[in-house]
């Protein structure tokens, strides 16, 4: 192999985000089963395949966008304790599971095997990491081979909040403030939500200190200048921020319906969850309100094939299938390597950016995959290796100039999946309690605060935040959850207008404002100053 | 101050039915947003004075006049689109017949007459159209989100279409 054969870089990067949802005035609530999935069968999986190879040494690289939403949630001991009693809850169905099915040997080795998952899930949750799954991410990254990012405080559709310059800002600078307060160090590289970029977004990334962000390729094909090196080298946004683009093949291998490693017929089936199957007395406890059918997260069946009976999951047939997927992707990764040397100016770098949730959520051997992929890119005879962006643009220099287009990773490529017949009505609300807020925290300026009125105006601004998650518009667009995304759209409004009312009349009533501090308690340090129209930094005015 | 999930329940409700979000705005405005290159969303407010009569009793449609920003000096003579917009409503898409790619648009809304003056109600503010892209086949968006909505699960279970894929 050549020297020039062995040049090139693979960036993997996983986005993890879910939606501030914590329901305090509920004694449960079932979307916030969406933080406890999430925990049990992306990230704990995950921890366990860092801290795997860190144990074998393995000088790997991988990048983890944390959004602030769901670092707050990770940080939540109301959440934490409902998590634990979500996990024993798990647990003690594997536990009847292995009962049920003592005359079904193959099911029984499955169940069994749910249950090792949930014992171990529970030791690494309560045991190792003393419910905070944030210091085993840190512990990564101090050791330098996971680099942590961040995103916008609430995940909001930034071209789409771009009326005004402030509520940009603020999504940028308050996520950063969370990460950083949490993480304990500043991201040196910004998740926009939505890889949605709009030009002149760099601006406010520069003035955050951020050095990279992630675009779809065709941000990067279309910029203002055509990019030499296509989608393999970042461009210099003109300010030193620098945009990396998104692979498509690598993407297209992962993601795709058609062609993507997860729906290969050997993999769990996720559809098929004894949620749905079993007698209605038997999994009762288990699922919503004792007679609504839920995933319960034990599943038996493999994908086997469209329109064919579902036949048993096979773990070591899936593992099989993981290692030789993982090869293929190597492969196709080294193959790009070599083509990509004879034309390029520089060590090409391949970005592959995913959500961390399709890894052991939807596709449960994700994690394992992830490792295998990981350690072959290890491996010191392969022309790949992994690096962090920041590690590629300590070592690469003299980027090319050039601003990307408007873009985002979604459906069409646009905004059209945040802003269409189901969800554009919130638009005009959101850009209105914008415009008040701002209104009113400049009213304010000059004058003695107390501290109750800061208090309300603090509170104000996390309204505004929360409604502007774009969770909310892609929910309401993929009907899903549609009800609760308006119903969460609409109470944000409301405590937003609310606390607008009584602040603009003298009138905040304490008990009222401490019931929206408990419910919305995302931000504490928040500032609402951040609001102020002129004010491009965090000093309060004197 | 303590509070119980109840009085949380309580104060939670009484807000939502008491100041839920309602449209009112006393000026004129007109916002444009982007959507897709060749399409943008305009919402508007013709503002206290206007709007009533002008819904119940003016039989002049809307216009949208929307113009790139680099005409904006002389789009009375040329380089502007007309669009009708329904009186009736405060949002419209806006399709653009022969946009510049990725230019920056801006609008006025008003009512147009037969010499085609705009009398303006609302200008908009500045916005740029996403660039038409090359043909690189889209791959996200294959996998739904983390959600586990109870009908939609059911149903998504009872569509044999595959792992993960909706």
Same mark, same amino acid.
């Given at each position: ?542 | ?24 705005? /006393? !000026?004129?405005? &007109?916002? @444009? ?9 305009? +919402?508007? %407010?013709? *503002? ?9 009793? /003016? !039989?002049?449609? &809307?216009? @949208? ?9 002389? +789009?009375? %003579?040329? *380089? ?9 409503? /405060?949002?419209?898409?806006?399709? @653009? ?70």
């Amino acid at each position: 192999m050549t020297d020039l054969m062995k040049h090139g870089f693979l960036s993997i990067i996983l986005h993890a985000h879910l939606p501030y949802v914590r329901h305090p005035e509920h004694e449960s609530f079932f979307e916030e089963n969406w933080l406890f999935e999430a925990i049990t069968e992306c990230y704990i999986p995950l921890i366990g395949v860092l801290d795997r190879l860190q144990n074998d040494k393995v000088p790997y690289r991988l990048t983890l966008s944390l959004s602030p939403p769901l670092i707050s949630m990770l940080r939540d001991e109301l959440l934490q304790t409902r998590y634990l009693k979500y996990l024993h809850q798990s647990l003690e169905l594997a536990e009847k599971e292995i009962i049920r099915t003592r005359l079904q040997p193959e099911l029984q080795k499955l169940a069994r095997l749910y249950r090792r998952f949930y014992k171990k899930t529970l030791a690494i949750y309560q045991d190792q990491y003393g419910y905070d799954l944030l210091i085993a991410f840190k512990k990564h990254h101090t050791a330098g081979t996971l680099k942590l990012i961040t995103c916008a405080a609430t995940h909001g559709l930034l071209p789409l909040l771009n009326i005004s310059e402030i509520a940009v800002r603020n999504q940028i600078k308050i996520g950063i403030e969370t990460f950083k307060a949490n993480l304990g160090f500043s991201p040196s590289g910004f998740w926009l939500p939505e890889c949605a970029y709009y030009p002149g977004v760099e601006t406010l990334l520069a003035e955050a200190s951020i050095n990279y962000f992630f675009v779809d390729s065709h941000g990067i094909m279309n910029a203002s200048q055509r990019p030499r090196n296509g989608v393999f080298a970042p461009l210099d946004c003109g300010n030193g921020v620098m945009a990396f683009a998104r692979d498509p093949a690598s993407s297209r291998q992962v993601w795709s319906s058609q062609e993507g490693y997860p729906g290969d017929q050997d993999y769990r089936e996720y559809y098929k969850d004894i949620g749905f199957d079993l007698d209605l007395d038997y999994i009762a406890p288990y699922i919503l309100d004792s007679d609504i059918r839920i995933s319960t997260g034990i599943k038996y069946y493999r994908i086997t094939g469209k329109d064919l009976p579902k036949e048993i999951y096979n773990p070591k047939k899936a593992r099989a299938k993981v290692q030789q997927h993982a090869q293929d992707f190597i492969n196709k990764r080294q193959q790009q390597i070599i083509d990509l040397n004879t034309t390029m100016d520089r060590p090409p770098i391949i970005i592959a950016p995913y959500d961390a949730e399709l890894f052991g959520h939807w596709w449960f051997e994700g994690p394992q995959w992830l490792e295998c992929v990981l350690r072959l890119a290890s491996n010191p005879s392969n022309p790949i290796q992994t690096i962090s962006c920041s590690d590629y643009l300590a070592q690469q220099s003299d980027h090319q100039i050039a601003t990307p287009s408007a873009s985002t990773w979604g459906d069409q490529g646009y905004f059209s999946y945040w802003i269409n017949e189901t969800n554009n009505w919130i638009y005009p609300f959101l850009h209105k309690a914008e415009a008040e807020m701002e209104q009113l925290v400049l009213d304010f300026e000059g004058l003695t605060i107390t501290s109750l009125q800061k208090r309300a105006l603090n509170q104000a601004a996390r309204s505004i935040l929360l409604a502007q998650a774009s969770d909310w518009p892609f929910i309401m667009k993929s009907g899903t959850t549609t009800d609760y995304a308006n119903k969460r759209i609409t109470d944000h409004l409301a405590r937003f207008n609310y606390l607008h009312d009584a602040i603009r009349k003298n009138n905040i009533d304490n008990r009222y404002l401490t019931a929206l501090e408990t419910m919305d308690n995302i931000f504490p340090t928040i500032n609402f100053w951040d609001y102020l129209p002129s004010k491009k930094n965090n000093e309060s005015p004197s | 101050m303590k509070l119980t999930q109840l009085d949380l329940l309580e104060i939670s409700q009484e807000i939502r039915q008491c100041y839920a979000p309602k449209m009112s705005a /006393s !000026t004129p405005k &007109l916002i @444009l947003m982007p959507v897709a290159p060749k399409h943008l969303y305009a +919402y508007w %407010s013709l *503002g206290n004075n206007k709007s009533i009569p002008l819904q119940e009793s /003016s !039989t002049q449609p &809307l216009t @949208l006049r929307i113009y790139s920003a680099s005409d904006k000096n002389n +789009y009375l %003579s040329k *380089g502007y689109e007309d669009i009708p917009m329904n009186r009736t409503q /405060s949002q419209q898409d806006v399709f @653009l017949s022969n946009p510049t790619n990725g230019a920056s648009y801006q609008a006025s809304l008003g009512t147009c007459f037969s010499d085609n003056f705009l009398d303006v109600i609302a200008d908009s503010n500045l916005t740029q159209l996403p660039q038409e892209k090359p043909a690189i086949t889209q791959v996200k968006a294959d996998f739904r989100p983390l959600s586990t909505n109870k009908e939609i699960k059911a149903s998504a279970y009872n569509n044999d279409s595959g792992q993960g894929i909706k």
